[in-house]
């Protein structure tokens, strides 16, 4: 069966960096369109960033110039690395399959000093 299985959150300080990985078993990796998503407390779920089957990103406006998605093909994985961390940044990260209702568990970023 499909599986998604982030890692790489935890807590760092204002500035900091972290990078997420998402590594995914039961599917034909190559073809998919990769995103990631993140759910603050008490508010919804919103796109962080994607990255098609051809290398295209895109960027939610909050992140963009800080974080970078990436893929490896061969290891089917997506990265999210992610630079100049804020407070705001702080949530549940989730990536997916984009345009399916597969979804990773989750990972949290914490943001603190």
């Known amino acids: 069966q499909v599986q998604l299985v982030e890692s790489g959150g935890g807590l760092v300080q204002p500035g900091g960096s972290l990078r997420l990985s998402c590594a995914a078993s039961g599917i034909i990796f190559g073809i998919y369109t990769l995103g990631w998503y993140r759910q603050a407390p008490g508010k919804q779920r919103e796109f962080v960033a994607s990255?098609?089957?051809?290398?295209?990103?895109n960027y939610a406006d909050s992140v963009k110039d800080r974080f970078t998605i990436s893929r490896d093909n061969a290891k089917k994985t997506v990265y999210l690395q992610m630079n100049s961390l804020k407070p705001g940044d702080t949530a549940v990260y989730y990536c997916?399959?984009?345009?399916?209702?597969?979804w990773g568990q989750g990972t949290q970023v914490t943001v603190s000093s």
């Open positions: 997916r399959l984009v345009n399916t209702n597969y």
């Open positions: 990255i098609t089957r051809g290398n295209s990103a």
